[in-house]
């Protein structure tokens, strides 16, 4: 049966859908609409008209996540996606040059190192200067929090090797979370290891509709992987979902869908692990008390909360820290409109979704903001420069790693 028959027309989909909100209640931007669209003898064959409305969806996975008719609308966009253009919706260009860069490590590595050194030289800019907006993920924060000594509190006789996939942000772009989550995993005596050959997760590729390029990464990642045995930890959301979605892309393979599911079931969320690691460990609380709490907003990554319900653990993490004031916003967490790729498809409708986000997160004072997706990371540095504030952003390992060294980090 088509979703087009399926669909109630309920509208749950539009209550969560965070463009179609932004966007002032577009229909043909909620899955609702979309439903529709597929029933419409003009959008049989792809128009710019038709991929721009399909262009127009972070993949969010909230409607999802509300479709009482279990309509996976993920899928269903990316299946139309495929029959697109390499260069279709706006910016097409721009996203298919990211995709590329995505899938030569030499490329992003250059592009690292580039960024950094242009973000140290940003802040001479005006808040709302489009480069500096572009370079904000890569800008050093503007009060500097305090520097992490030799994080590793005891001596690790011989420490467990553990299997680790960075994400290309970590490895390439911002190697201050690379080197937290080894600290980080060092504190308790395991040793991350980076199978050498891992490429990016192909998530990009996918939401694309590249099901070429997404399919060859999965079973490159998968070969590797499948090479050093037990737990696979995950340190970015965003790969984790997809890595975890290898078992479905492969579906149409018995054999290889055998082996994804065996890679799969050793994947292992990096907060969920460790919040693990503090619950079989006697109660004890990281730091001392502060003069003043440090208030922490922890963002939740859309494929977390959507897809595999890791909410609870990382504020776990957080509650467990002396000193560490946990800030939520009263209405629940709420995507931040990056969206991969989405942000340069679609920069107003991204604006729009994450300055609203930032907008009632600074309601709440926060020190910090913290999150575990590379891409939500990218997207509070933009957005806090855009409102001109001078809360610190960092990755959540950043964080632990910053509170375990230092003992407490004081709001003060
Ligand atoms: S929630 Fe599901 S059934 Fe309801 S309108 Fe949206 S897609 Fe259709
Ligand atoms: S995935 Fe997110 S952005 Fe896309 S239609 Fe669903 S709720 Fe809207």
């Not at 049966?1 to 932004?22: D, Q």
């Not at 399909?54 to 999802?64: E, I, P, R, V």
């Not at 009482?68 to 990316?78: A, K, L, M, Q």
């Not at 107003?348 to 609203?356: G, K, P, Q, V």
Request: glycine letters at 8%; hydrophobic letters at 40%.
């Amino acid at each position: 049966m088509t979703n087009s028959i399926r669909c109630a027309k309920c509208g749950a989909c539009t209550v969560v859908c965070p463009v179609y909100k932004a966007s002032g209640g577009l229909e043909s931007y909620s899955a609702r609409g979309r439903n529709h669209l597929a029933t419409v003898p003009e959008f049989a064959r792809p128009t710019p008209a038709y991929e721009d409305i399909f262009s127009k969806c972070l993949l969010c996975g909230a409607c999802t996540r509300a479709c009482p008719r279990g309509i996976d609308v993920n899928r269903e966009t990316i299946r139309a996606r495929s029959g697109f253009s390499r260069f279709y919706g706006r910016q097409g260009f721009q996203k298919y040059l990211a995709r590329q860069a995505l899938r030569h490590p030499e490329i992003l590595g250059a592009a690292g190192r580039l960024g950094r050194t242009a973000g140290r030289l940003t802040r001479r800019l005006p808040p709302d200067s489009g480069l500096r907006l572009r370079l904000a993920m890569f800008e050093p924060p503007a009060a500097e929090v305090p520097a992490a000594p030799a994080p590793v509190s005891r001596p690790i006789p011989q420490a467990a090797a553990l299997t680790w996939f960075p994400g290309c942000a970590a490895e390439y772009l911002f190697p201050e979370i690379a080197s937290a989550c080894r600290d980080l995993l060092a504190g308790h005596g395991f040793d991350l290891v980076v199978p050498e050959g891992l490429g990016c997760c192909g998530l990009a590729h996918h939401a694309a509709g590249d099901g070429a390029t997404a399919l060859a990464l999965a079973r490159r990642n998968i070969e590797i992987l499948e090479r050093r045995p037990g737990p696979i930890l995950i340190s970015c959301a965003s790969c984790f979902a997809h890595l975890r979605h290898y078992r479905d892309l492969l579906a149409d393979d018995p054999l290889w869908q055998e082996r994804a599911a065996a890679v799969g079931d050793r994947l292992e969320e990096m907060m969920q692990f460790l919040d693990g690691l503090a619950a079989t460990a006697a109660p004890e609380h990281i730091g001392a008390a502060a003069k003043r709490p440090l208030r922490v907003f922890y963002h939740d990554p859309c494929h977390l909360r959507h897809e595999v319900a890791i909410a609870r653990e990382p504020r776990r993490l957080l509650q467990r820290a002396a000193g560490v004031d946990l800030v939520e916003l009263p209405g629940g967490p709420q995507c931040c409109g990056q969206g991969g790729l989405f942000h340069i498809g679609a920069p107003e409708l991204a604006a729009l979704i994450r300055d609203d986000l930032a907008a009632k997160v600074l309601a709440l004072q926060p020190d910090i903001v913290t999150s575990t997706c590379s891409g939500c990371l990218m997207q509070w540095k933009t957005a806090l420069t855009a409102a001109g504030s001078p809360v610190k952003v960092m990755h959540l390992a950043e964080l632990l790693r910053l509170i375990a060294a230092v003992g407490t980090v004081d709001g003060a």
